[in-house]
């Protein structure tokens, strides 16, 4: 069991950048599948960013060049660097984590989330 904490969220205006952690749990953060996902009021929840235990990141199309994924595997964090913030950013982002071992046998580790607002 995995157990993953994010940090980070609040208000800031258009324009402005935020910076979200997640902290994860357990002695192998370094083999885990990462990822941000988010879901604005009255939408589905979708995919922001993802890294790989290995450092391979993807992210979708409308926060490229304005969003950054990382890891520092020393202190079992990761980390959305949020820059150039649009109402459209808005949402409950969420951390998800995967031992690379559990992939193909579960659904991988939900945090609570955290609020992003960001007004126009």
């Known amino acids: 069991q995995v157990q993953v904490t994010e940090s980070g969220g609040g208000l800031v205006q258009s324009g402005g950048s935020l910076r979200l952690s997640c902290a994860a749990s357990?002695?192998?953060?370094?083999?885990?599948?990462m990822a941000w996902y988010r879901q604005p009021p009255g939408k589905q929840r979708e995919m922001v960013a993802t890294?790989?235990?290995?450092?391979?990141?993807n992210y979708v199309d409308s926060v490229k060049g304005r969003f950054t994924i990382s890891r520092d595997n020393a202190k079992k964090t990761m980390y959305l660097q949020m820059n150039s913030l649009k109402p459209e950013d808005t949402g409950v982002y969420y951390c998800?984590?995967?031992?690379?071992?559990?992939?193909?046998?579960?659904?991988?580790?939900w945090g609570q989330g955290t609020q992003v607002t960001v007004s126009s």
């Open positions: 998800w984590a995967q031992p690379s071992w559990e992939v193909g046998r579960g659904a991988g580790y």
């Open positions: 357990g002695s192998s953060f370094r083999l885990y599948h």
């Open positions: 890294i790989t235990s290995d450092d391979n990141r």
